[in-house]
Nanobody, 116 residues
Framework: QVQVVESGGGLVQPGGSLRLSCAASLSINIMGWYRQAPGKPRELVAD???????SYADSVKGRFIIFRDNAKNTIYLQMNSLNTDDTAVYYC?????????????WGQGTQVTVSS
């Protein structure tokens, strides 16, 4: 089964930027980023297909960009204009087209903390 590993989390001040990376062990159609803040359910942030089609949560549109390097089986999340509401554990997900969101394989998560 596919395995994914996230990296790039850390502490950043409000208004700052951060880039997350997720490497998959094999090529898979849909990869994406989800996040979970303390006491809240996990939610979709953005995802991308192997063909480059993207989806974003309304809360991050215009601030975050997801992109993909298919040759490396890797996706990235460029996060700009970060605010405290973006603080969460960010998880990478990889799934086939017939699987629903929240299905497939999950990474261990990487902590993003936005604080001054």
């Amino acid at each position: 089964q596919v395995q994914v590993v996230e990296s790039g989390g850390g502490l950043v001040q409000p208004g700052g930027s951060l880039r997350l990376s997720c490497a998959a062990s094999l090529s898979i159609n849909i990869m994406g980023w989800y996040r979970q803040a303390p006491g809240k359910p996990r939610e979709l942030v953005a995802d991308i297909t192997s063909g480059g089609s993207t989806s974003y949560a309304d809360s991050v549109k215009g601030r975050f960009i997801i992109f993909r390097d298919n040759a490396k089986n890797t996706i990235y999340l460029q996060m700009n204009s970060l605010n405290t509401d973006d603080t969460a554990v960010y998880y990478c997900n990889a799934r086939d087209a017939w699987e629903r969101p929240y299905g497939g394989a999950w990474g261990q998560g990487t902590q993003v903390t936005v604080s001054s």
